[in-house]
């Protein structure tokens, strides 16, 4: 049908180009941060702004898990006290603010990084090393078909 | 509940069952004595005593079990960025003291300070210890707290049982021989002389942690002469050790597989002007260029993290607003902003205006599912009029005069109806068009120009290709993998990958299609470094490429096939991680990967890497390869190795854990501190 030959020439496949990675910010020991450092690979890709206040606002959640205070008292004595079987029932602190950090990556994500053709990976997955941030280009119209790439991906298995 | 479980139980139970038999022998025949103790002594003994066994139990299973702090290898992706010259050693300044970051050879990234690779479990730990023989586990920066405390409960608990017992001996010193007081004697002399050195541990731990260092860093002398940037003062040390939250497990975590799609056109930052015109009709191209030139706002526009007024303003440009929908993006809370998967299915479905009828389901659907919030968007999405007016949306906050105005009869419709069309709660699929209302409707209407900045395109046509699908995570099959896996991305071609033959069918295959082009990326990528390789190795011997290279991630030049202790022509760079792992290569777990050829990743040929191999395999062979899958899990089925060096502290009976653990303890007793006893912190595992 046209109109679906019209959609598909539409229909670009992105490839993954590269990866950037922004380190861990060592400078006050060893509590999460990352830098804030705008890496100049993505010079052309977003602005300056965007990641710089999506790092930072990690780099808060992170405080914010890592934080002595109150609540990590009471969760280290009621553990002490159950014998550390409190684990089994309940999730620690630190595990609810990385789900919270998950769905803020995934929101920034789907937002402001996918439509610039980039992807930002829970830290997480890298053991709290890395953040790592994917590049992708439009590698081209629909000549270069899924097809294609598919079979010379195959045959170099 | 199992997710703090660690390697504790890897590798043969160890010397932990003997200790928890030992300790449960000396409590049951402690416990005999309780009711004389209860009664002589004090009622409350017995629980105390119980108590407190509890406690060292709870605290012993838990600096068994529960994973150390281990990092995860590092992806393929990052080595690249340390190329073949990149340094052993990366500085890093912490609180102004530096501190070196060595690179590990087996997980392929440079260590965080303080972590440690641990060579009997084989893999890096973060805020490294010991790897303790007795729990059978290491000790980092999860478990050290439990540890400690076991050590602190077991002295007090045997500290309790040898008093006590001895109490009770003294009590009844007229019948000593009698059985009751020969086992207690027993009891007690077991006990005292166990206590020495479970005392003299527990002081070392008390002294480190008012230091702030770890045994690691003791026992190396790193801190000796300067200045330990990671100490908090003692009191600090001490409320961290015990009160700070417990840091995650990172591996074996729940990967929460999320979709994201990425579709060109990429939006650009208003440094490139130059936006990628993807032509699809003369139409759209010219709205493109105005949307070139609209994207400067992008960065104008600030993004308050409060939710947005919602109401678009009807002053905003077309253009304009359909770059505020991306800028609103965090203004997020429970109002769906925009989400561009809603913008880019108005493009589509613009650019199809001509024929919007097959398009008209799937909007629907795709709408349905997407909840569509638009604003005015002049699409065509007569589609879109049709079947949401049921839905009244939270968010109803179009300007249906707007509506009014649009000429195409289907336009007030679907104004109207994405006004009504109600904001889903899933995160991932909500879309909302907020400030989208053209300047010009009548213009907007008639070009039927779509927002061409809005890349989703494809979550419109996905849903062309699958008009059943209505689900929200499932608008197409895309980036399924990529989005939470990519290290895996390898593995996850799929074997078949047949040509697709339908838009359907090549949709599902986009996922296929994605993981097949990195793939090819790669290998491109692989031979021309490869060809870069043989060039240089053909014009002149670099002094990197030596044939100290770890083989399975270094490339070695095909023709040198030496032993790996005589020299090649031209030395590795002093300095460079080529000669420093050469000459620290005895320390480390060589990942000996002669097949690395079946991977598509490594950096060369490896026909030279069986004299390495043949070298490294004598030390710590592993005859793992090297797989791109990397994660842990796998991990342990090489399980203990064959590594000769390990040996000693590796084996499972108690004759060789008592010296070890005398040893470690004579070392400790040596000198308190330690300066540069290197040799002996052997046995503690840890270091190398």
Known sequence: KAEFHNLQELRHSPSLVTKVFIQRDYSEGTMCRFQAKFPSELDNRIERTLLEETVKTLNSYYAEAEKIGGQSYLEGCLACATAYIIFLCMETRYEKVLRKISGFIQEQNEKIYAPRGLLLTDPIERGMRVLEISVFEDRGSGGSSPSSTMSSGSSAR | MVSWMGSGIVGGGGD????????????????????WLAVTICPAVPPCCAVLFLFVLANFTMATFMDAGVLPVASEDEDKDDEFRAPLYKNVNVKGVQVRMKWCASCHFYRPPRCSHCSICDHCVEDFDHHCPWVNNCIGRRNYRYFFLFLLSLTFHMIGVFTFGLIYVLHHMDELWKLHCTVTLVVISISGLFLIPVLGLTGFHLYLVSRGRTTNEQVTGKFQGG????????????????????SPKYTARPCRKAVIHIQPPFLRPEIERQMPVKVRGNGIQSLQNKVSTKTVKLSDIKQPKTPPPLPPKPDHGLLKSQVALLKTSDQQGSNKGPDLHSESKGSPVRCSQQASLPVQPSLQTSAASSSLQLNSLPLNSRSLTLKH???????????????DNLESSPLPGILSSSSLLANHNTSSSSIS?????????????????????????????????????????????????????????????????TPPLSAAARYDNFSKAIMASIHERRELEERERMLRRQV????????????????????????????????????????????????????????????????????????????????????????????????????????????????????????????????????????????????????LGALK
């Open chain 2, 433 to 497: 068009y907020d400030n989208v209302i053209p300047a010009d409707p009548q213009a907007m209407a008639q070009r039927g120009a779509p927002p061409v900045s809005y890349p989703h395109h494809f979550m419109t046509l996905g849903t062309d290709g699958n008009l059943q699908r209505s689900h929200p995570r499932t608008y197409s099959p895309v980036f399924m993998g990529i989005s939470r896996q990519s290290p895996h991305l390898r593995d996850l071609i799929p074997p078949d990958m």
């Open chain 2, 389 to 403: 007016t049921s839905r009244s949306g939270s968010k109803s906050q179009l300007p249906a005069m707007h509506a």
């Open chain 2, 227 to 246: 200045v330990n940037p990671f100490t908090r003062g003692c009191c600090n040390n001490l409320e961290h050790l015990v009160c700070s939250p417990i």
């Open chain 2, 536 to 683: 240089r190795t053909q014009a002149l011997f670099s002094p990197d490429m030596g044939i100290y290279d770890i083989p399975s991630r270094r490339s070695l030049p095909p023709d040198n096939i030496r032993p790996p202790g005589s020299r090649g022509p031209t030395p590795p760079a002093y300095g460079s991680r080529e000669f420093l792992m050469s000459t620290g290569v005895l320390g480390y777990n060589i990942r000996t990967s002669p097949l690395s050829s079946s991977s598509s990743l490594t950096h060369g040929p490896k026909t030279s890497s069986s004299p390495l191999q043949n070298s490294s395999s004598s030390l710590q062979s592993r005859g793992r390869s090297s797989s791109p899958a990397y994660y842990p899990p796998e991990r342990p089925a090489p399980g203990f190795p064959s590594s000769t060096s390990t040996l000693p502290r590796f084996s499972s009976s108690s004759s060789s854990s008592a010296p070890l653990y005398a040893s470690y303890a004579n070392t400790k007793r040596s000198s308190l501190p330690y300066s540069g006893e290197g040799k002996d912190s052997v046995t």
């Open chain 2, 16 to 35: 932990w069952t003997l200790l928890l038999m030992f300790m449960n022998i000396l409590m049951c025949v402690f416990v005999f004595r309780c009711p």
